[in-house]
């Protein structure tokens, strides 16, 4: 239960070890550096200034560089790969090695011009279709599209809505300017395409025939030819252009075998800039650099052996009381308790100073999924698809403590389903039933959601007790570490003596001529404790609230926990709808398919049910127990791929 113990490190070293020193701790992987604390008060010390890191906005810059060129090779030469497949691995040496990361940073920037001319050619053919949609209406006039008025002659091309009606726009232009021509090159859902000749005398009255239509001028600068004849054009250039932009996109796909080495180069990078990070937290002279930071007491001998080829001074101590808060925090995980991560952090990691949640709470969460879930065929899936992954892909911590997590559940999910004989439901003897009539077959079980609800919700609230009581025993044990057993005394101890009185006094256990002792003593012990540090009548309504807020809090808590015997009774009932709906039909094949959809269908919902019912039940009905939150995560410089796996050297 205990938490990873941390030691505060402080280091001082010469400046022109720095990068190397870096190098060493980032390897390492086991320092969480921290800015150095503000009760210095000697000069030498006031003098101090944190370094500049000039390189980071270039690593940067670079970084954002493969990361574009990468995304590039993913447009336009996709990499062939499965969920399952797992990442490469390289050595140490080939991260870092400047010389492959030069060579990744040139195709690089090849690939980024090869983006870049893209973007240029895309934005030229985007203009040359806008283009060419503007002028496609007017290719049936075979006249130039950069006709200009004469002496005489006023040329107008312009468009109006279509629900102008062009019989009637025409007899308006008649009547009000005879010396006119109206032309129509085409005319679609929105709009008439027009082109007018009028004699400049009457182009006023032929403006103002027009005016009420809603007429719109259309202007054709740098045209010389006729619309066909540009169109044509603009075809021909559209044409090029694509070709041209084919070629790029080709010359980028022929970039695919570099996929892998830029991605070593984006993880690197990735490591130089978080060295670089690490670096602005330094404080440096021209000759010396101090660092803080926190490191976990088992890693101490590694830290010291890799300190030693430096140097440079350190010290390792405790933390203060006052630094307690700040202390990051490391759970002591194992190859059991490690897969519970997903809840824990998902909630809050526990303060440095609390408790480690994980292995009190990895039974009970995975008996309850089990127990919710509760079919054979469920837990088998679970277990079979969650090795496979694990076996397969080679997943990263956060992922690979999740499918660890769904195979534990879908061992427990098994094996209670084994107790309650489901199978998918029931759908071995409604199979056999349907290949044979007279089959009478049923599923060997210990007990059955349908046939012993009563006993199977018992059993949930005694689970519930146990686990209530769990947490009430770790508060008690947490309390006495900090010499506050008094207060243990008459909250967790008097409720867990009346607990175990109404269970004892419900048995018929430890009666003294019919008055149950045990929950006496509990009484006695909450009427005393929830009166003494009040004065009169303030004794009542003290007493009261602690009866009050006691019932609700333990009782309504251990109620909680009948969810798991409706979560499982849910489960059964649904699987068994479908067998039902199968079997109707009297085929096997029928019954299958059918089965095997709705048991799909209710396996999906199950799994989210039943992980958040059992994430409320550890959250609200657990933790609030004991756990003491607000943890700060410990984030240790070290190196952290996100494409490639490293084998790293033995320390």
Known sequence: MAIVKMKRLS???????????LKQLQRLGCVDVSEPGDKRTDEAW???????????????RQAESVRSALALLDQYAPAKSSFLTPRPQIGLADLFDDGQEAQALETAAALNACRQEISDLDSRIGQTNAALAALRPWVPLDVPLNLTDTAQVHTRFFTLPATADLGQVRTQLAQAADASALYEASSDQELHYLLLFVHKSQQEEADDALKPF??????????TGSAAEEASALEKTLADLTARRQAQTDRAAGYSDWRQRLQVCADRLDQDLSKEATRSRLWTTQSAIFLEGWVPAQDVPRLEKALSGFDCAWDLRDPLPEEVEAVPVKLQNNWFTRSLNVVTNMYSLPAYDGVDPNPLMAPFFILFFGIMMADMGY??????????VLKKSHPRESTRNFMELVLWCGISTFIVGALTGGFFGDFIPQLLKIINPDSTFEMPAL???????????LGSLVLGVLQILTG???SVIEKCKKGEFIDALFSEITWFIILVGIALAALGIGNVAGVPVVLVIGALMLIFGGTREAKGFGKVTSLIGQVYNGVTGYFSDILSYVRLMALMLSGSVIAQVFNTLGSVFGNVVMFVIISMIGNALNLALNLLGCYVHDLRLQCLEFFNRFYKEGGVPFSPLAIQTTSVDVIKEEQ
């Open 379 to 388: 837990g088998l899936l679970m277990f079979i698809a969650a090795l496979v």
């Open 447 to 457: 007990f059955t959601p349908l046939n012993d609800t009563i006993a199977i919700m």
């Open 214 to 223: 809603g007429p719109s001028n259309v202007s054709f600068k740098d045209y």
């Open 46 to 60: 006031l003098n101090l200034a944190t370094p500049d890191t000039p390189d980071q906005d270039l690593l940067q």
């Open 472 to 474: 009430m025993t770790v």
């Open 11 to 21: 280091l001082y070293a010469m400046a022109c070890d720095r990068e190397e020193l």
